[in-house]
């Protein structure tokens, strides 16, 4: 092990450069997933003739994929058919789609888990099906799902690196590089990543703990 | 107000209502009774269309829920109901809960809707209670909520599903008490409920269920006193035998 040679200034900035990256990526990607995840969630739950057979469809499939091959299809098979998205936007399609599949499920079966006297005694004041979903079953569901949805988010933010296999200049990426010139390099290094990775998901989740004591009633 | 002619409901196979024929008047209070599974909640919710009938005609305030086209929202403003579990939305305040669907629905102004709020609130006596949430309410508060929020729509008549059911025994009284200057200032109230005090109090008529049938329509006094069919016999033998 060699602290002194590996946690140099120029390796800590090289180490930043990617984490930077990685953070790009996961933040786009919890963005997009969650707003696409939530509608999905939400249409599924309504059982919309024809739309929500198909979603399911396609949530069951993602689901049931390593990530891996996602984001290794996103960036090999896809220019095939015409599109090309670059190493960047290959890992954050992969990511969101994926992530989306899982944050839909998430959001289903929170609105699921709402009491159906809460519908009962909404509709029954003449509530309409979208307004008793808006003011009654997606708050109390968005609640409980606060804790499910930040560890999806905190798995999203460490499946970045799988993005290591299509050469994304993320945390890992450079790491590697760093310590593939010197193996006395490896324990500090990766010390030094999984530090980067520890707090950044150890603040996520305090914050999720706030949240979700500021949401409670 | 409300007209059931040779109504039936089945759930799979399962015959749930039994041709019922009931005509109940503006202005009446009508409460059901009857052993549990005998139909009277299912008989109850379809009155604002919570669960569909399968064959017959349901005419309520002039409207045949069960007819294509019914528009059952325009239909439910003006049908009040209160539940066995209360179901105050846990999110939102006392004040919320009751002036969302008057907002929602009726399109009042916040401040319509809070005026309306504060008087039913203060109605059933709890209005140092209209910025709590749910939670930090007893049973019998949340009822008496609950029941404020319905009234808040102004309805022209109001279901009660087993009020008191889920509620402690010294709870049991407070509710029962609002319900019963409901009736007395002339409201339409269609109860199903196992308090007998109260039904022989209050009601105008006493329907009782079976197995999915009316087996027995009859003003309090006459129920109470001579049941004529057997199983109201039994049925009020078994329940005041205690």
Redesign the interface.
């Known amino acids: 092990m060699n602290f002194q040679g590996a946690w140099t200034l120029g390796h800590i900035r090289f180490m930043l450069e990617g984490f930077a990256v990685t953070l790009q990526v996961a933040v786009i990607a919890i963005i997009l997933s969650f707003i696409l995840g939530t509608l999905i969630g939400v249409l599924r739950y309504t059982r919309l003739p024809i739309v929500s057979p198909i979603l399911a469809v396609i949530v069951e499939t993602l689901r049931n994929l390593p990530l891996l091959l996602i984001i290794m299809f996103v960036y090999l098979a896809l220019p095939e058919l015409g599109i090309r998205l670059g190493v960047f936007y290959s890992a954050v399609v992969g990511l969101t789609v994926f992530e989306m599949a899982m944050i839909s499920e998430i959001v289903r079966g929170g609105l699921m888990s709402v ?1 159906k ?2 519908t ?9 099906y979208t ?1 008793t979903l808006w ?2 079953v997606l ?2 569901a968005l ?1 409980k799902m606060i804790p499910p949805t930040v560890s999806q988010f905190i798995s999203l933010l460490k499946d970045t690196s799988l993005a290591v296999a299509i050469a994304l200049p993320e945390l890992m990426h450079n790491s590697q590089i760093i310590y593939n010139g010197n193996p006395s390099y490896i324990n500090p290094i990766l010390l030094l990543a999984a530090l980067f990775y520890f707090v950044t998901n150890f603040l996520l989740s305090q914050v999720a703990l706030l949240l979700e004591r500021r949401l409670r ?1 | 107000m409300i007209t059931f002619e040779k109504v039936n409901k089945y759930f799979g196979t399962f015959h749930v209502l039994k041709n019922i024929n009931l005509h109940i008047e503006t202005g009446e209070v009508v409460v059901i009774i009857g052993p549990s599974g005998s139909g009277k909640s299912t008989l109850l919710r379809t009155i604002n269309g919570l669960e569909t009938i399968t064959s017959g005609k349901l005419i309520v305030d002039g409207v045949q829920v069960n007819a294509k086209g019914t528009d059952l929202n325009k239909l439910r403003r003006n049908i009040g109901m209160v539940f066995q579990h209360f179901n105050l939305y846990p999110h939102k305040t006392v004040l919320e809960n009751i002036i969302l669907a008057p907002m929602k629905v009726l399109g009042l102004s916040r401040q319509e809707a809070e005026k309306i709020a504060r008087e039913y609130l203060e109605k059933v006596g709890i209005l140092e209670k209209i910025n709590a949430y749910p939670s930090q309410l007893s049973g019998g508060q949340q009822q008496r909520v609950a029941i404020a929020r319905g009234l808040a729509m102004r309805p022209k008549a109001m279901l009660f599903d087993e009020p008191t059911s889920a509620l402690d025994p010294e709870m049991i009284g407070e509710v029962l008490d609002v319900m019963k200057t409901l009736a007395r200032e002339g409201m339409t109230m269609v109860v199903v409920t196992h308090e007998m005090g109260f039904a022989r109090e209050v009601a105008d008529r006493i329907i009782f269920m079976d197995q999915g049938e009316i087996i027995e329509e009859s003003t309090p006094d006459v129920f109470f006193k001579n049941p004529r069919e057997e199983r109201a016999q039994m049925f009020l033998k078994r329940i005041l035998s205690h």
């Open positions: 009491d006297g809460q009962e005694a909404a509709r029954a004041s003449g509530m309409t307004q003011h009654i708050p109390q609640v009633y």
